[in-house]
């Protein structure tokens, strides 16, 4: 079924879902004129979503499943909370080895994980499900971590 401006209504409520994942990325991430000092007691909460791609030609269907933001950007020391909401897909083993860090997250679910980087550099978060394009991926997020 087509709506008036002869888009099917699936990619309307797609369109909806992406731009509130985006305002929700968004407001995650407070206003900072100049962070020269990070409060060892303060905590940043990030939302990251697992999300699932389709696109079907006249003889194939594909997808693919990501995290959503692709790109975390933090402060070296930084006390992090990242809240992994399972948005797509029955459920989604993930690890950050960089931090020691490995958990899983089921559709409908939300898990929350806490680490501070230390060390200055980009790291992956990978979800271990879809790690290749074979099973639909790769899934990655990359955490980078900048000077304070």
């Given at each position: 079924m087509r709506n008036k401006f002869g888009l099917p209504f699936r990619?309307?409520?797609?369109?909806?879902?992406l731009i509130q994942l985006?305002?929700?990325?968004?407001?995650s991430f407070p206003a900072q004129a100049s962070q020269s000092h990070i409060s060892p007691h303060?905590?940043?909460d990030i939302h990251l979503f697992t999300v699932e791609y389709q696109i079907q030609s006249t003889s194939?269907?594909?997808e693919v499943y990501r995290f959503d933001p692709g790109t975390l950007v933090v402060h070296q020391g930084e006390r992090i909370r990242l809240h992994i909401h399972g948005f797509h897909g029955k459920e989604h083993h993930f690890r950050i080895p960089a931090f020691q860090i490995q958990g899983k997250v089921k559709k409908g679910e939300t898990t929350t994980?806490?680490?501070t980087p230390q060390q200055l550099g980009t790291y992956e978060l990978i979800c271990d499900n879809h790690a290749s394009t074979s099973s639909f991926g790769p899934m990655i997020t990359y955490i980078t971590v900048i000077p304070s």
């Open positions: 990619n309307i409520s797609i369109i909806l879902v985006s305002a929700i990325f968004i407001l303060s905590v940043r194939t269907k594909k994980v806490t680490f």
